[in-house]
């Protein structure tokens, strides 16, 4: 089977763990957000990309989901030492490394995508990483402060502002000219299912939908999402100050209306959620706590399954593939096959 998962941070890493153990045998894509990109230090740091990179590759700092296991702090005690900014954003001494190599790469002219693969190489994820689009962009929010309306880098609101100034808006700068990297509108064509995990609705699925040719190549593709907010509540994160920001509820319902349907036409909801509906969507309720390993699996395995109840029903089954310019590529295959 050929999967293809749009990915943030966190929740998302962790669901794609879950997936991998779910069908360990397919052939993952994972289209990674890099919206929440920063230069620091002059390096090029890739925070959704290294999170999905490390937890598959075993690298992880598991109680707090980002950030390189056994970690030490020496050159960030030493940077703030000589008084360098910013101090609010802290990175390890094994996470330096990842960034100054790519940094070196994308110096010596790489694009992205390649130096992902290459970063990769060393960490064997066992999915295809790729990031939305190899052209810089950047997402920043509109804030009113003690120093005035001003747009700050969403890495700065979300971490040292902990979302608590109110998001006037959240601008996805360099996305009219960003394109979507190789390989990704060929992934999706040939994808047999698309999930959309846990992640945040806005600044991570939200931004990989802007760029231009993604949300298009979606048309048409069985595509399940696991819905972010469970009562009300986001999984984790602050989320709910993403949406409001939007002018979007903090609900699973508010959530799907958001994707809409034709683009979604599945969606995993919590059991206090079950009452969610929308015409043309097929809407099941379960735990969607990843409590551990285990119970991301389970998860990932009811979005596979619901998928394939849909691409039966309908009619594509989850083996009809296609070309980036919407001709047949193959055949359709039985949706008991591509399981």
């Known amino acids: 089977m050929r999967i293809v998962s749009l990915a943030g941070g966190i929740g998302g890493a962790r669901f794609l763990r879950g997936l991998r153990a779910a069908a360990p045998d397919a052939d993952i894509t994972v289209i990674g957000n890099t919206g929440d990109d920063i230069t620091l230090f002059g390096l090029r740091v890739c925070p ?11 690298g992880i700092n598991e109680e707090q989901g980002w950030g390189r296991d056994k970690e030490s702090h020496v050159v960030k005690e030493e940077l703030a030492a000589y008084g360098v900014e910013p101090q609010w954003f802290g990175l390890g001494d094994r996470d330096f490394a990842t960034h100054i190599v ?3 790469m994308l110096d010596a002219g790489y694009p992205l995508s390649q130096v992902t693969e290459a970063l990769c190489a060393r960490w064997e994820p ?16 509109v804030i009113t402060d003690e120093r005035g309306r001003r747009a700050v880098h969403f890495q700065e609101w979300w971490v040292r502002l902990r979302a608590s100034v109110p998001a006037e808006q959240i601008i996805l700068v360099g996305a009219d000219e960003a394109r979507p990297a190789p390989g990704v509108l060929q992934a999706i064509a040939d994808a047999d299912a698309v999930i959309l995990p846990p992640s945040n609705p806005v600044v991570s699925i939200g931004t990989i939908l802007q760029i231009k040719g993604i949300r298009e190549a979606l048309d ?4 399940v999402g696991v819905s972010p907010i469970i009562g009300g509540a986001p999984v984790r994160g602050m989320a709910d100050a993403c949406l409001t ?12 209306e958001l994707y809409g349907s034709p683009l979604v036409n599945g969606w995993l909801v919590a059991e206090e959620d079950a009452g969610v509906a929308l015409d043309g969507v097929r809407v099941q309720a379960r735990p969607l706590i990843m409590h551990d390993a285990e119970s991301a699996a389970a998860i990932a395995r009811a979005a596979l399954d619901l998928a394939t109840e849909i691409a039966a029903a309908t009619g594509t089954a989850a083996g009809t593939t296609g070309t980036t310019d919407g001709t047949p590529a193959a055949a359709p295959r039985a949706a008991e096959e591509s399981r």
Not at 50 to 57: A, P
Not at 245 to 256: H, N, S
């Open 220 to 223: 048409g593709k069985t595509v």
């Open 48 to 58: 959704d990309l290294d999170t999905v990179m490390y937890t598959l590759g075993g």
């Open 245 to 256: 920001a939007i002018g979007v509820d903090t609900t699973a319902q508010a959530v799907l």
């Open 102 to 104: 790519r940094t070196q």
């Open 126 to 141: 066992g999915v295809r990483l790729i990031p939305m689009s190899d052209d810089r962009t950047e997402t920043h929010v």
